[in-house]
């Protein structure tokens, strides 16, 4: 499929509308068809599928709900947008339930008809991406097929490569789970100690009074305990790489001693006075921004100009959410096969509901969510099964305003709980409000889809008048 010019089929009896239709979106970058009756359109789509399709419900013989009940039987992710009059939107609403992405009432905007083609470009072409995952060619790096194919991840897999064959110290920074652990060993494997040892040290994880041990090892009754005489990390990982994980952890006593080694090339043993040279080449990451931290005092100014020798970023998940629905397929895959089981897929509201939602523990948590609602499902991975709701990440600023007396025989999961569904339900109203009771654009401006939405407006009671 050519990205640049990707090919729209107009189905419509009404030929001055088809051909206005073909005129806008050709004016926009698309390939147009115009094809006026259903059966046409079915041979069509079977000889060579359009990327997007634009379906008119009333025409003579085989009327818009065949043609789209024919071709999901054809194609199952082809995207179909249905177009209705006015008083059609019961049909509309019908149609989306058997497998439309969306619809139009005419007349309809312009730019509204473009958006809504584009979305379900964008989403069509991200899910031929589950599919063609296990397709990817011999000469990709490794770590797409681990991170996904983003234009971001090519970027990371350019910087790692660059300094991989050099001997530069890397700063790694980046939030928690999104994959400093993966690149660090990356720049390992590409570099010329790859024949060397690997040690990763979390920072965060060891206590203080013991830290300094761990890293530069010691002698033989240097404090109590040390009955045995102990190699540190830095001797294990001799003619390797060290990655010290969480670097900002780190006290600044022993930050004094880590920038003394880097300068001497050599280590002193906790307790010992004889120096051990070193060949260790080093990675370290953090979660925070060490030049902030170096502002604030907390990190010493010195050592981070020593350590930042190169820096890459790695961005968080919803910074790169084109590979979302490619790492939600292959850790889908990898739970089929750890538990037995044959789940298919996502539902198109799960899939919704993966690149809407900000997944602020990144990767991490997208592996946890996955992993939890494969073992959950049946057929399909859904919406529900995911546990999951746009909203409830980080940088949501509203604050339930809690009125009379305190909670009372509540616990604070339970508060929360109430407080959000009461959040949503005022968002939802809203929005409704906005739209003069009209759920599709709603849906569309709040980036749910029309199922959601119908299910919600329901549950929560809320009163809307359509249009």
């Known amino acids: 499929m050519d990205e640049l010019s990707p090919r729209l089929l107009i189905v419509d009896d009404e030929i001055d509308h088809c051909a206005l239709l073909a005129h806008l979106m050709e004016r926009e970058g698309f390939k147009t068809t115009l094809l006026h009756d259903g059966e046409t359109a079915i041979r069509a789509i079977r000889a060579e599928p359009p990327d997007v399709v634009l379906l008119d419900i009333n025409m003579p013989g085989m009327d818009g709900m065949q043609v789209l009940k024919t071709a999901r039987e054809e194609n199952r992710e082809l995207p179909i947008i249905i177009i209705t009059g006015f008083a059609d939107i019961a049909g509309a609403v019908k149609a989306i339930q058997s497998g439309a992405n969306d619809y139009l009432s005419k007349p309809f905007d312009h730019q509204e008809l473009l958006k809504i083609v584009r979305q379900s470009l964008i989403r069509y072409r991200l899910r031929r991406q589950l599919r063609e995952q296990s397709e990817d060619s011999h000469e990709d790096h490794y770590l797409k097929k681990m991170m996904g194919p983003s234009e971001a991840v090519g970027r990371l897999i350019s910087d790692m490569t660059l300094v991989a064959h050099s001997d530069f110290t890397v700063v790694l920074s980046g939030e928690t789970g999104s994959g400093k652990d993966l690149i660090a060993r990356a720049i390992h494997q590409s570099s010329p100690r790859s024949q060397g040892p690997f040690v990763p040290v979390d920072c965060g994880a060891i206590p203080e009074s013991l830290l300094e041990s761990e890293l530069f090892g010691h002698e033989k009754g240097a404090f109590t305990g040390a009955i045995v005489q102990k190699p540190g990390k830095f001797e294990t990982a ?84 084109e590979d979302i629905p490619y790492l939600a397929k292959r850790f889908l895959d990898a739970t089929n096969k750890e538990l037995k089981r044959k789940v298919r897929g996502f ?51 509203f604050i339930p ?67």
């Open 238 to 321: 001799e003619r390797g790489t060290l990655f010290l994980d969480e670097i900002s952890n780190m006290p600044l006593s022993s930050q004094a001693k880590l920038l003394r080694t880097l300068q001497d090339k050599k280590i002193y043993r906790v307790g010992g006075s004889k120096p051990f040279k070193i060949d260790v080449r080093l990675v370290v990451a953090s979660n925070q921004d060490l030049q902030v931290l170096t502002s604030a005092g907390t990190f010493r100014r010195d050592l981070f100009f020593r350590l930042n020798e190169f820096t890459i970023h790695i961005p968080p998940l919803r910074g790169r959410k």
């Open 347 to 397: 539902t198109e509201p799960a899939i919704d509901a993966l690149l809407h939602y900000n997944w602020p523990g990144n990767v991490r948590q997208l592996r946890s969510a996955i992993r939890r609602a494969v073992l959950l499902a049946d057929e399909m991975v859904t919406e529900e099964l995911l546990e999951i709701k746009p909203g409830e990440e980080p940088g949501l600023k």
């Open 401 to 467: 305003k809690v009125e009379g007396t305190p909670w009372k025989d509540m616990s604070l999961k339970e508060i929360v709980r109430c407080s959000t569904q009461s959040i949503e339900r005022e968002v939802i109203a809203q929005v409704l409000k906005h739209t003069g009771g009209n759920k599709a654009k709603a849906a569309r401006i709040l980036h749910i889809d029309y199922k959601t939405i119908h299910t919600k407006v329901k549950d929560y009671r809320i009163q809307s008048h359509e249009e």
